[in-house]
């Protein structure tokens, strides 16, 4: 095959950038600005016109629609009676899974369930000033909608990670969609994951549809109230466009992992780091050293290991446009554009010195501390969700967890005796920006105080 040999070697070495190149840094913000792009369509672009459209037609015409557009995109034919997943197939599919894969996400659940338990504000007193006048109020959001991508490999994790959370918070509906992908309808697994943890909605629809769906509702699948989960440019082009009329995660595009490793690090475990993440075509793989023989064993380890994986030509793809391996003069400037990319995972692998870089980090999704914390710990096991901030989102958004399914509700309470302490000051305010209803409103009472 054409990716293999020699030319592997000349495709993949233009991922080396030492730093004392000239021209290091543009290729840098390149790469970055490739990331931040690659998440969701231009508005104005051809296929951001057809996400547009597509909304438009669901929104407008409904169930006909996403039928419609079902057809044409997944070529699966489907009634809108069809779109939800019978019960008896949920119980039929978790009937079917294999036992030991079963005690697996059985533990995968609970490792999550507990982790998210831990982190939720939402069962803690309600504002440590309440009964002075003023304290917060958690609600759980009533009603959320999850993406799964469509994939010929069942994607569990995904539901784990995103319903769990939901869960803990206490959302009561959870709506799963997916595009029938498999044989017509959804991985069994999914189905049979689906019936686990107790989900009974799930619709067999995918796409800019689902998105619409979920976001304006149709006479079978009422609207949710937020939507989570991954997919595609697509999908998190229609996420975009429909936040305010329900709320959203956030925007992810490739997955990201950025390695930061010295010479204590194992060149294969990091080669190995980097597929894991450039594999989801599209995914990025960085390395950020300190040393040019590490990162040149990185790039040998990187060649010789690609050319085994089943998807390596796609994978080869992905590491010429969206990875690099650079040396920096020192692990501090490392670290310094690191806080700059804002990673969706950043591992550390730098020896004894890493617990003490993971305290300089500022911005990333997750950190993963050390040669035995790969990023797959995390996307399957250790309990944080692995549903997170891509294209530099770390700079303002967090992982997924159980608080972004909870509202807060402000709590104002004043008596009589209160008010009258703080009347004059806000008349003052209130004229001040000559509104005086406002101030008025104060001085309606302040007769009877």
Not at 251 to 279: R, T
Request: hydrophobic residues 40%.
């Amino acid at each position: 095959m054409l990716w293999k040999g020699t030319i592997v070697s000349q495709e993949l070495d233009q991922i080396l950038i030492l730093w004392s190149q000239a021209d290091s840094s543009d290729k840098m913000q390149e790469l970055r600005t490739a990331l931040m792009g690659a998440a969701m369509f231009e508005p104005y672009s051809e296929n951001g016109k057809l996400v547009i459209d597509i909304i438009s037609e669901v929104a407008i015409r409904g169930d006909k629609a996403v039928a419609e557009l079902t057809e044409r995109f997944d070529r699966v034919k489907l009634t809108p009676r069809q779109f939800k997943v019978p019960r008896k197939d949920l119980a039929r599919a978790h009937r079917e899974i294999d036992k030991e894969l079963l005690a697996s996400i059985r533990q995968a659940i609970t490792n999550v369930r507990k982790y998210q338990s831990e982190i939720f504000i939402g069962n803690k007193p309600r504002g440590g000033v309440w009964g002075t006048g003023t304290g917060i109020k958690y609600t759980p959001i009533k009603r959320v909608g999850i993406c799964v991508p469509g994939a010929s490999a069942p994607l569990a994790s995904c539901v784990i990670m995103t319903a769990v959370p939901a869960q803990v918070a206490g959302v009561k509906e959870i709506v799963v969609v997916s595009p029938p992908r498999y044989n017509g309808s959804i991985h069994p697994t999914i189905l049979g994951l689906c019936h686990e943890l107790g989900i009974a909605e799930v619709y067999r629809i995918g796409g800019v549809q689902a998105v619409t769906t979920l976001a304006c509702g149709t006479k079978t699948i009422p609207k949710v109230d937020k939507i989570v989960g991954p997919g595609n440019q697509w999908v998190q082009t229609a996420k975009k466009m429909v936040s305010g009329v329900v709320g959203i995660d956030f925007i992810a595009g490739p997955s990201e992992v950025l390695i930061i490793a010295n010479d204590k690090a194992k060149p294969a475990w990091v080669a190995a780091d980097m597929l894991s993440q450039a594999e989801h075509v599209p995914g990025s793989a960085v390395v950020f050293t300190d040393s040019q023989k590490f990162a040149k064993s990185v790039l040998v380890e990187l060649k010789r290991q690609v050319v085994q994986l089943s998807r390596a030509k796609e994978t080869i793809d992905c590491l010429k446009k969206f990875s690099k391996i650079v040396v920096f003069k020192s692990i501090d400037e490392s670290i310094r554009w690191a806080n700059y990319f804002a990673a969706e995972h950043l591992q550390i692998q730098c020896g004894e010195q890493s617990k003490a870089i993971a305290e300089r980090i500022e911005n990333a999704g997750a950190i993963f501390i050390g040669d035995y914390s790969p990023v797959a710990v995390g996307d399957y096991w250790a309990g944080p969700s692995h549903t997170l901030p891509t294209g530099t989102g770390a700079r303002f958004s967090s992982a997924l967890s159980a608080n972004d399914f909870i509202k807060s509700t402000s709590i104002i309470e004043y008596d009589k005796e209160k008010l009258a302490a703080s009347a004059d000051d806000i008349i003052r305010l209130a004229e001040a920006e000559g509104l005086d209803a406002h101030a008025k409103s104060i001085k309606i009472r302040q007769v009877h105080i």
